[in-house]
């Protein structure tokens, strides 16, 4: 059972733009400067800002709803929002664990403000998270094979 794909990406698509406002204009209230996710991935990856985006835009649209719907959906608990809220949780501690170091903002933005950085990127997973879930809604479960009339 998976969510339909379409309303998965759909869930994405308003996620992430949600998430890059919230990132563009709250952020700046809790931290005193946008958090620039585009920037961070852009020096991962050669220095281009464009490029940056581009991988922000893939993950957040494509490959995050695409994993969530086929690997991640069918094993979280929950009404559709909830398993949205978790896998955008699960997103929040890898992208503070693992991402966040390696684009030089330290372990759970230690570098780029701290709790107060990590809380603010925590908001805005969430609420990727839960547009996702939302959006996605309910598994649908695979039309039955037609019989073929052979005995």
């Known amino acids: 059972m998976k969510p339909n794909l379409t309303k998965a990406i759909l869930g994405g698509l ?16 809790m931290l005193g400067h946008p958090m620039d996710i585009a920037g961070m991935l852009a020096n991962m ?33 929950g009404p559709p929002l909830l398993r949205g809220v ?19 903002a330290g372990f759970f933005s230690s570098e780029i403000g701290g709790t107060k950085a990590a809380a603010a990127a925590l908001m805005g997973h969430l609420v990727y998270g839960a547009l996702l879930g939302y959006i996605a809604g309910t598994a649908v479960t695979e039309a039955p094979e037609r019989a073929t009339g052979r005995a």
């Open 45 to 77: 990856m050669g220095g281009v800002w464009a490029i940056g985006m581009a991988a922000h835009l893939m993950n957040g649209v494509v490959i995050f709803p695409l994993v969530y719907a086929f690997l991640v959906f069918r094993y979280l608990p």
């Open 86 to 104: 978790i896998w955008g949780a699960v997103l929040w501690v890898v992208a503070e664990a693992m991402i966040m170091p390696m684009a030089g």
């Open 14 to 29: 308003v996620g992430t733009v949600m998430m890059t406002m919230m990132m563009r204009f709250v952020a700046p209230l």
